[in-house]
């Protein structure tokens, strides 16, 4: 075991490069808060609407579009969105573009599932009790139905994101500035690849228990409140 | 825009290395997930104080940590601290098996959790022998429990598989990515090793979630 | 026949405007001057052209030639970054004007994108574990020995071609670092690697400087090739121009008076 590679630890170096791991780290965070806000959150709820639709024409390429997006690994599909998207279109994303796109998609379908399973999960017998009381399609959908599928909907969605996060750091392969390419450039530029590779996976690791302890502290909170069926 | 198909053919056999090796990762990692996985599992279930924190910390520690980061740092770094030659295949699946032990860990307890009490006090109370109990009152309901979230796992771990491309490991996404870059021709590549891994991946995931409404009835 | 005649005036003049409209596309250099910035597409490679780790800002010797160059022009420079495998196609999908790297002028990229004159030469070191018994370079053609290299560089395909009995690994992260540490760790045999950049490491990090033990001195570098640029094949004025520029600079001694500048600049870099 040659120890010295601890013991020779050069912290100068991490001193010295700490704002730019952060600065990637940074990114990290954004790209999952945009990826959940606008893949989890405003494409999966239309995508969930439409795998339930009762037109076969909606449905299915919903249903296509979800599972691919679902059984695909996203360093595939990043890599497809970068190099083969511009082939077949003449369209070419910027590294940045088209990694986001594919987070936003990939986010988007595993969020689909989780509003498709929450809508489900509404017991049938709140949608006949609210029709027979008068309120129309919209008023049930919205008052009545959603805050139930949501309180099912929160516990997991809220696990994803911590999925999100990890998931950022494989978009590096697309070269965006992250805490992963972050650090692949300061290895290059001062041949110390221990130091730096172990600064980062701290720093990543830190801000995944953050959001770890965080969403498990907000499942806990719904998992109280939850299995009634308040909100009426 | 003129497609190619046939280079896909052509370089059948690389492909199908590459999915060789996907294949061959999987297990590995699912081996050694299982077996530290078992421990970590009986570690966290345990009483003493010292024990159960540790595992807790593992648990957390792999789960939460980008699994990209950490099979970089397992094939960078740990050749230089252990200074032996170790390939990275072997580090890439080693790292994807603790992260799968941390998982599976889990699933165990949440499957261990969910056996009622009051069986586990009858099996006793009618003296039952210890394998006798775990045969047939404990796994079969474990199984259970477990097998949607298992699955549902495997299929994670089967996506994370083209993580270990960034260490040069030949599977499928590296084959497909070192072929398009050769030829130029991604959209063959890329969208033929797609569809490989969706064939692999979503019946998978697809008899996960029968099962799953299936334990929920 | 006043009919024909104008009938000629017409196609004769469509003609002229079409072949005007022709030329004054595929010449870039009004187009950039008109626009007023200079778009480069680089790829990341120390000293070369990479982003400073700190700034973000890219810097480098490309990245001075890059500004000399828009300055000629009259305009403002900006690069536009890309991957190594991007960095070709992004060029004949217009992202960027001209490509200003460390690209070697393989047969392969020139049937895409045409070459300036090489503007710097440079050969390879082959390094070694310190602790291996490979002690000449002819020992390298064998089945034991592993070379390690980024993939689609020319550290990877050079091997192929001078030891076809030695085995070839391909790295897909550029993390000079991280395959370097191969040989430095045991993991691979043996690799290419270019002076400039051996220097940077064994002043950067002098413990894995002494892992590793060069083969061939610098007075018997591997391989030397030349370096160039690349421009769209239709941009020909663009390709003059950067060739007469290139002779310029290159008659200067500046090319070498750059290079050891920026290796100095990144080894001595604390």
Redesign the interface.
């Known amino acids: 075991?040659?120890?010295?590679?601890?013991t020779?630890f050069d912290f100068?170096v991490i001193s010295?490069?700490l704002?730019?791991l952060l600065?990637g780290l940074a990114n990290n965070i954004l790209l999952t808060v945009f990826g959940f806000l606008a893949g989890g959150i405003i494409l999966a709820i239309p995508l969930a609407l439409a795998s339930l639709s009762k037109y076969r024409l909606i449905r299915w390429p919903t249903i296509v579009f979800v599972?691919?997006w679902?059984?695909?690994?996203?360093?595939?599909?990043a890599?497809?969105m970068?190099?083969?998207f511009?082939?077949?279109t003449g369209l070419?994303t910027s590294?940045f573009q088209s990694a986001l796109i594919a987070l936003v998609l990939n986010v988007s379908a595993y969020c689909c599932e989780i509003f498709r399973a929450g809508i489900l999960g509404v017991p049938k017998g709140q949608f006949e009790a609210s029709f027979s009381l008068g309120m129309t399609k919209t008023y049930t959908w919205l008052k009545v139905i959603f805050p139930q599928a949501l309180k099912i909907v929160i516990p997991p969605l809220i696990g994803t994101i911590?999925s999100i996060?990890?998931?950022?750091?494989?978009l590096?392969?697309?070269?965006i500035?992250d805490?992963?390419?972050?650090?692949?450039?300061?290895?290059?530029?001062?041949?110390?690849?221990?130091e730096v590779?172990?600064t980062?996976?701290f720093l990543?690791?830190f801000v995944?228990?953050m959001?770890?302890l965080a969403g498990q502290a907000i499942e806990q909170k719904y998992r109280n409140k939850g299995g009634r069926l308040s909100g009426l | 825009m003129d497609y190619n198909w046939n280079i896909v053919f052509r370089n059948y056999e690389l492909l199908m290395q590459g999915l060789a090796i996907t294949v061959q990762v999987t297990l590995v990692s699912v081996l050694i997930g299982f077996s530290i996985g078992g421990i970590v599992c009986a570690a966290r279930l345990s009483k003493k104080k010292l024990i159960k924190n540790f595992a807790i910390g593992y648990i957390l520690f792999f789960r939460a940590t980008p699994e990209m980061i950490l099979i970089f740092w397992a094939y960078f770094c740990v050749p230089m601290i252990f200074e032996f030659k170790v390939s990275g295949f072997w580090t890439g699946s080693v790292a994807l098996g603790l992260v799968t032990a941390a998982y599976l860990a889990e699933i165990f307890r949440a499957g261990f959790n969910a056996i009622p009490i009051g069986q586990l006090e009858a099996a006793n109370s009618l003296g039952l022998k210890f394998y006798v109990k775990w045969r047939f009152i404990i796994i079969p309901q474990l199984m259970k429990i477990m097998i949607p979230p298992l699955f549902n796992y495997f299929t994670e771990l089967l996506k994370n598989t083209s993580l270990l491309s960034g260490i040069g490991v030949a599977e499928l996404a590296l084959q497909a990515y070192l072929l398009g870059g050769q030829t130029f021709r991604y959209v063959e590549f890329l969208s033929a090793i797609a569809i490989l891994y969706f064939l692999m991946i979503f019946p998978l995931s697809f008899i996960s979630r029968k099962l799953e409404l299936k334990g929920v009835n | 026949m006043k009919y024909l005649n104008r009938v000629k005036l017409l196609l004769t003049t469509l003609t002229a405007i079409l072949m005007s409209v022709t030329f004054a596309a595929a010449d870039l250099i009004p187009e950039i001057q008109a626009r007023g910035v200079l778009k480069v597409g680089m790829a990341e490679s120390p000293p070369w052209q990479s982003p400073n780790p700190s700034s973000g800002e890219y810097e480098g010797i490309n990245v001075d030639l890059a500004q000399r160059a828009a300055d000629l022009m009259g305009v403002k420079l900006e690069v536009v970054p890309a991957t190594w495998s991007t960095l070709i196609p992004g060029l004949s999908a217009k992202q960027y004007d001209v490509v200003f790297a460390n690209l070697f002028a393989t047969p392969q990229r020139a049937l895409v994108v045409n070459f300036t004159d090489p503007y710097s030469t440079y050969g390879f070191h082959i390094v070694v574990n310190s602790g291996s018994s490979l002690k000449s370079l002819d020992e390298l053609n064998s089945s034991n020995v592993t070379f390690v290299g980024m993939s689609g560089t020319v550290e990877e395909s050079y091997p192929k071609e001078l030891y076809p009995s030695a085995k070839v690994k391909g790295i897909a992260t550029n993390d000079i670092a991280a395959w370097i540490g191969e040989v430095a760790s045991g993991q691979a045999d043996a690799a290419f690697l270019d002076p400039g950049t051996f220097k940077i490491l064994t002043t950067q990090n002098p413990a894995l400087g002494e892992r590793l033990k060069v083969l061939n001195g610098e007075d018997e570098l591997v391989k030397p090739v030349g370096l160039a640029y690349a421009v769209r094949p239709e941009n020909t004025h663009m390709l003059q121009f950067l060739n007469t520029f290139i002779k310029d600079f290159v008659r200067n001694g500046d090319h070498i008076t750059l290079r050891d500048q920026w290796f100095e600049i990144l080894a001595k870099r604390n």
């Not at chain 1, 075991?1 to 601890?6: K, Q, R, T």
């Not at chain 1, 679902?70 to 599909?77: A, E, F, K, N």
């Not at chain 1, 996060?165 to 494989?170: G, N």
């Not at chain 1, 590096?172 to 070269?175: E, G, I, R, Y």
């Open positions: 075991m040659d120890w010295s590679v601890f020779e100068d010295k490069y704002p730019a600065n599972e691919f679902r059984s695909t690994p996203l360093l595939v599909q890599i497809w970068h190099f083969a511009p082939v077949m070419q590294p911590i996060f990890k998931a950022t750091a494989i590096s392969v697309l070269a500035n805490v992963m390419r972050a650090a692949q450039r300061i290895s290059s530029y001062t041949f110390k690849p221990v590779y172990t980062a996976a990543a690791f995944g228990l959001i770890t």
